[in-house]
């Protein structure tokens, strides 16, 4: 299993940026997909998470802000953040998680630096 994930980069406060994180090897569509985030100093948090359903959950800090989607015909999870702060600078890593196993599997971390 698989997850390819890339979209971070530098970014101006009130910037956008959208990560993609690809999974391979592994039933897409029976899994629960999120993306977390780790500042230097910090633990990590969830940042948004989308179920196979198609529900779902956010952090306080970026609800009216980021969009999680999920597209299964390419096994991929989508994070599209907007009106991005400072605070926002982190480490993001996807993760998804085997409705059949309830193993998780992450993908490398693209760093996202949001500075003036």
């Known amino acids: 299993v698989q997850l390819q994930a890339s979209g971070g980069g530098l970014v101006q406060p009130g910037g956008s940026l959208r990560l993609s994180c690809t999974a391979s090897g592994i039933l897409f569509t029976d899994s629960t997909v999120g993306w977390y985030r780790q500042a230097p100093g910090e633990q990590r948090e969830l940042v948004a998470s989308?179920?196979?359903?198609?529900?779902?959950n956010y952090a306080d800090s970026v609800k009216g802000r980021f969009t999680i989607s999920r597209d299964n015909a390419k096994n991929t999870m989508l994070l599209q953040m907007n009106s991005l702060k400072f605070e926002d600078t982190a480490v993001y890593s996807c993760?998804?998680?085997?409705?059949?196993?309830?193993?998780?599997?992450w993908g490398q971390g693209t760093q996202v630096t949001v500075s003036s």
């Open positions: 993760k998804l998680r085997s409705l059949r196993t309830s193993y998780d599997y």
């Open positions: 989308i179920t196979n359903t198609g529900a779902t």
